[in-house]
């Protein structure tokens, strides 16, 4: 049988990415440029400055992914893009660009959605089994994803205000650490004892959907009202106690989705897939569990990425899908 090779290309917000995937298993190459280090002074990322980076970075980017794969672009099957979500600006100089490629090289066009990549970065690890949950969590999306087959994606529940990573960004800001603030309040939960009282948000009886704002904000007034009274709250255990707080509320509703709806497999997804609290809770629930497969993706496949792209826009290929030259970026493009 004929092989299906898939060049990817991810540009929606601070990562400019470029991969290789063979039958939308296998990574060939995966290259990301990221320009974190010129978002940091500002504490997020200007979406003015992401795009110009992403324009510098996007030729180079693919021609390593090429060489990498040690391909030329003769033998690409098709091209797969990130249409949305994202900063419009970041997501209009991929688009264009696999647009741009596609259409010198004659080869067929896949728009993709960017949660579906971060969900279709398991299948570099794994063969999906259906039904399949999967738990994405990222700096702009938390959603619990139902997929019945291939290429379908059920949202059954998604955060009514900030999205888990969000709520790490701002907190790690209040406490004063870089951006992005995830990965420094997990270091420093690894160290507290999550003994500060925080609210946990279950929302109505049976709802699978999230809120972390009110979180952020007890976080918050927690650190203002210790300061009043002269007070000095350890950084530490206020970190421990809000990723508690988070890790709670994600793995108990994940874990009752799995069970309502027979999942075979559990997929995490997203940036916030790299917190170690998290993989750690993921594993004691249900790393036992004889009828569900816990598949937790290395950390490189958590953030963004072009591999995940490419891995979700086979399928898509596979199935028929095609963008033509009017392919647009999408920035509020829904699953
Ligand atoms: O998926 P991603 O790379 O970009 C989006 O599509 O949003 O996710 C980035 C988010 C940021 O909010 C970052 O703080 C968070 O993932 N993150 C973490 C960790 N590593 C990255 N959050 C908690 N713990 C971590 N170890
Ligand atoms: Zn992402």
């Known amino acids: 049988t004929k092989e299906t090779i898939v060049l990817g290309i991810e540009t929606s ?52 992914a090429l060489n990498q794969a040690e391909l030329s672009i003769e033998e690409i099957d098709a091209i797969a893009v990130t249409e949305g979500p994202g900063l419009v600006g970041a997501l209009l100089i991929g688009v264009n660009a696999a647009k741009a490629i596609a259409f ?30 999967s738990l994405v969590v990222s700096g702009g999306h938390t959603e619990l994803v139902l997929m019945k087959e291939h290429g379908s994606f059920e949202v059954i529940g998604e955060t009514r205000d900030d999205a888990a990573g969000e709520a790490y960004d701002k907190v790690a800001r209040t406490l004063g650490l870089p951006y992005p603030g995830g990965p420094h309040i997990d270091r420093l939960a690894q160290e507290g004892t999550p003994s500060i009282k925080l609210p946990r948000a279950w929302l109505e009886e049976g709802s699978y959907d999230f809120s972390f704002s009110g979180l952020k904000s007890s976080v918050i007034n927690t650190l203002h009202n210790a300061e009043q009274r002269g007070e000095v709250i350890d950084a530490k255990d206020l970190a421990a106690s809000f990723q508690e707080s988070v890790i709670d509320v994600l793995v108990t509703k994940t874990k009752r989705a799995v069970e309502e709806y027979h999942a075979k497999q559990l997929l995490l997804a997203g940036g916030v897939a790299a917190n170690k609290g998290l993989r750690e809770r993921l594993q004691e629930t249900f790393g036992e569990d004889k009828n569900l497969e816990l598949i937790v993706p290395p950390l490189s496949l958590c953030t963004d990425n072009a591999a995940m792209i490419a891995a979700a826009g086979t399928i898509l290929f596979e199935q028929g899908k095609r963008s033509g030259y009017a392919l647009n970026a999408n920035p509020g493009l829904v699953l």
Do not use: W
Request: proline residues 4%; charged residues 20%; negative net charge.
């Open 13 to 64: 917000c601070d990562e400019t990415a470029a991969s290789v995937v063979r039958n939308g298993t296998e990574i060939l190459s995966n290259v990301v440029a990221s320009q974190i280090e010129s978002h940091k002074r500002f504490g997020g990322v200007v979406p003015e400055i992401a795009s110009r980076h992403h324009v510098e970075q996007m030729t180079y980017v693919v021609e390593e």
């Open 104 to 133: 010198a090289h004659s080869i067929p066009l896949v728009g993709v959605h960017h949660i579906a990549g971060h969900i279709y970065a398991n299948r570099l690890l794994k063969e999906m089994d259906f039904p399949l949950m």
